[in-house]
């Protein structure tokens, strides 16, 4: 059986490799950008000098070969579905099963001067390329859009001493979703970081310098022009399938699938953050651009494809990024208002760089969701406690098999647990002492 797959990211990869270990499948990776496999998530750090591309290659190069998984840096112009055929820009390519794992593309929104030269996102290697060779001399970068690429990028820059402005919709720092509290903290640590934050603000144009290059940017609301030699375009990715949109796959934002990952094509599927669910679970989206969900799509489209038909189960929502020192990491449903359905517990410490919040059920009180500002709790621990659903009062009382660093934080935890215990007049004690053992107990290890 020869299966090929179009794109060497996480998801791609991930279903070669699951699919070398489940079977003998001929195996052929195609995929434009780079030949080898990359962390994405780790470019910024290429920039800022603390990774060479080098490391950023999760494998070494020989371990494809060793695997039997071939690989070839190509373009497909486009598949022949009913003919089972792809056309590259170098030649033709066959297959009896067919993975797109294409992944996403930086947004444009049709701003006058959007292609200029010195405008772009961050999405792609050539994308980091294009930073670097601008970067020679940049008095200063202006970065519309406000998510997690947005401040990575600012974040970049301000690593090089570059001035940048950042224009942001809302009216503070991803409040669309993050929690009113977090949001704030974010938006001061921008601000305390020197990044000048213009919020309410969108871009109306950008200027041409009269050689094609970029010269700056007009604000929509005040008018103002910010002369700036780099236009970061961040307001957020879309999936990148605009090469498939003449052919007969059912593409809609992404392309669509079922929950085995099967397109409306015969044989063909689709994974990662090209993929759109046709019937996500309740509370999910249709489209996750994560990293974990090209992984989990990955493996669950290696079953399906030998045979061992499994459903995507996306398991529980798990995000983090770091906002320049800030750490973040979301498990669960974590609404950025408080809705009928839930109640949130939530603690911050006086420099506003360190938060917990624990959303739990109004009515059954178990736990729905962790936000984690600035403290990291155990992966493997929120997960066993938001699956099984654990009562917010259980969660509390072993709060301590979450942390990772006793010394630090205790008085974080003591503090969450008086904030419940004013709320609701509970004296709930933390109990468990928090030694390794009784967390290798509590995950049953
Ligand atoms: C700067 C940045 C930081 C991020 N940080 C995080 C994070 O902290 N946590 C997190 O969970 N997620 C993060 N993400 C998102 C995460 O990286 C993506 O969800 C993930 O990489 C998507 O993987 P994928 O395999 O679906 O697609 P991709 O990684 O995009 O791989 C698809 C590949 O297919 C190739 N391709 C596309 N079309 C064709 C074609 N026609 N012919 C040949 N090849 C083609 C592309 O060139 C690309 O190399 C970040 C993303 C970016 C850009």
Known sequence: MKVVIIGNGISGITAARWLRKLGNAEITVVSEESPYFFSRTALMYIYMGHMRFEDTKPYEDWFWKKNRINLLQDRVKNVDFSGRTLQLSNGKLEYD????????????????????????????????????????????????????????????????????????????????????????????????NHIDLKLESNLQEIIDGGNGKVAGVIVKESGEKIDCGYVGLTPGVSPNVAFLKNTDLNIEKGIVVNNYLETNMEDVYAIGDCAQLSDPLPGRKSIEAVWYTGRMMGETVAYNIMDKQVTYDPGIWFNSAKFINIEYQVYGYVPNQEDSEVKHLFWKNEDNNKSIRIVYDAKHKYVRGFNLMGIRYRHEVCEKWLAEKTSIEEVLVQLSLANFDPEFYDSYDQQLVDQYNKDNETSITIKSKRRLSKVLEFLGK
């Open 97 to 192: 099963k067919l993975i797109i794992a294409v992944g996403s593309k930086s947004n444009k929104f049709g701003w006058p001067g959007q292609n200029l030269e010195g405008v772009s996102g961050l999405y792609h290697l050539q994308d980091l390329q294009n930073m670097e060779k601008f970067s020679k001399g940049l008095q200063k970068a202006v970065i519309v859009g406000g998510g997690l690429i947005g401040i990575e990028m600012a974040e970049m820059f301000h690593s090089r001493n570059i001035p940048v402005t950042m224009l942001v919709r809302e009216s503070s720092y991803w409040d669309n979703v993050l929690p009113e509290e977090e949001s704030i903290m974010v938006t001061e640590e921008i601000r305390k």
